[in-house]
């Protein structure tokens, strides 16, 4: 029993490409650096195209809000043309002009038309440094249930291990028998049929292992050989991590993205209503004439104007109208994500704390259960061999009940760190168990 309780190590090792090679070495066979659970979220988040992905969105949204504030400022504009006409244009008597001309504008007041169209690339900002944490959280959490099924893996990689040593020695105490004509040829045949269907159970869970192992490295871009798992890694913060009687879901950051996604609602559709109404502009440009014969009919002066140009649009094909009708739509789409994202949230973190609480009952029954089973596995040995009141199939049926115990009980303690990391996951608390609040990564702090 000493040996099946073991946790096996394993992990991003050489090898792992292979589903019916692939083992999980052991440390000291291994020769490996240990790769933790904080190492790998280390490694992943530092690494990982996704993270990089959300990084460039940011600033790209960040631009995005000093193109928007640009509309507070002068507009200038220079340029070249030319212009021709049926008849002499002024005095030049010349059909063609070229001018020079430099124009300037100014919005004195346009009813909040750029002060919505900045709320809306501000908000836009804000959901691109949500869907930032979001993408962190995401990866923290694929990272830790990858590397937690390796371990699970490893584990049980061991546990088919023993079951198959077990069967086989069955196997070949009924070969024994059957030659000293103590017991009959279809024992050997039902241990022989178990003795296969263990070794396919250990190529199953070597495959398993294997691939979880790929899809580690993926996560981390670790390449193979660079380090292995380590099997015995639960970090104590995991024990608590679905206790928390209150969470706060507004700092959640599918929560904060819903949020700004609404408020870029409220903007477009403040910025809907606004189109509707005037503009006022301060305007001003100057222009000289390029030809020759024209600079001498006007004697190089320049043409230049300043006015005030107030603009309404009167009719666009009910093009505004409808605008404003569909950011209103947008903004009650928003809000009620807004709500959904609140419960959906909420559901999540209640069923995975649910569920962490039926996994933590489970396990001293589980741990009963083995030593229940390894008992009467030993009685009916002892039967079988010095009183022939037990069949070779009840021995068999007990080895393979005994292990399955040990089965059940492993992937209940690896199905349960999965929940707690779901926990920790879904009530916004994985960057800080790591100490990745306020972290600079690509040259941004890692904050809310």
């Keep these: 029993m000493g040996d099946e309780s073991s946790v096996a190590q394993g992990g991003v090792a050489e090898g792992a490409g292979a589903a019916t090679e692939a083992q999980p070495p052991a440390e000291e066979e291994a020769g490996l650096p240990l790769l933790d659970m904080r190492t790998a979220v280390y490694q992943a988040v530092n690494w990982h195209p996704a993270v990089a992905n959300s990084v460039g969105s940011l600033f790209q949204s960040e631009e995005s ?3 928007a504030r640009a509309g507070y400022y002068p507009q200038v504009r220079a340029g070249i043309g030319s212009d021709f006409s049926n008849r002499n244009i002024g005095t030049t008597g010349n059909r063609r002009q070229h001018s020079l001309s430099l124009s300037a504008s100014q919005t004195l007041y346009d009813f909040g038309k750029v002060d ?9 900002y804000t959901a691109a440094r949500a869907r930032l944490l979001l993408s962190i959280d995401d990866l923290i959490q694929d990272t830790l249930h990858a590397l937690v099924e390796v371990q699970r893996y490893g584990h049980l990689v061991r546990l088919a291990q023993a079951q198959a040593s077990g069967v086989t020695a069955l196997a070949d105490l009924a070969r024994e028998r059957q030659a000293l004509g103590a017991s009959t040829l279809s024992d050997v045949t039902q241990a022989a049929t178990r003795e296969d269907a263990a070794r396919a159970t250990v190529l199953e869970m070597q495959a398993q292992w294997s691939r979880w192992n790929t899809s ?10 660079a380090a292995t798992v380590d099997g015995d890694d639960a970090p104590e913060f995991l024990h608590g991590a679905c206790r928390l009687e209150a969470v706060n879901w507004e700092d959640l950051p599918t929560v904060r993205l819903a949020q700004a996604e609404e408020a870029a609602a409220v903007a477009g559709l403040r910025l809907a209503e606004a189109n509707t109404l005037p503009t006022l502009a ?6 000289r004439r390029l030809n020759s014969v024209s600079r001498a009919s006007d004697n190089g002066r320049h043409d230049a104007t300043l006015g005030l140009n107030f603009s309404v649009p009167l009719y666009e094909g009910g093009g505004l109208q409808a605008s404003s009708r569909s950011a209103a739509h947008a903004l009650t789409a ?9 419960l959906a949230a909420s559901q999540s973190f209640e069923d995975a704390r649910e569920q962490s609480q039926g996994y933590a009952q489970r396990t001293a029954v589980l741990n009963t259960r083995i030593g229940n089973i390894d008992q009467t596995r030993e009685l009916y040995r002892q039967q079988y061999l010095d009183m022939g009141t037990r069949s070779l199939l009840d021995l068999l049926n007990a080895e393979q009940e005994f292990h399955s115990a040990y089965f059940d009980q492993v992937n209940n303690l690896y199905d349960l760190r999965r929940q707690q990391i779901a926990c920790l996951h879904d009530s916004g608390r994985l960057r800080e168990v790591f100490e990745l609040e306020g972290a600079e990564l690509s040259g941004v702090e890692i904050r809310p």
């Design 216 to 225: 580690l490295q993926h996560l981390t871009g670790l390449p193979a050989g």
């Design 334 to 342: 928003a809000e009620a994500a807004t709500r959904q994202a609140r």
């Design 65 to 67: 809000i000093e193109v």
């Design 282 to 287: 301060l305007e001003a440009s100057v222009s």
């Design 116 to 124: 919505s169209t900045v709320e809306r690339a501000g908000a836009g």
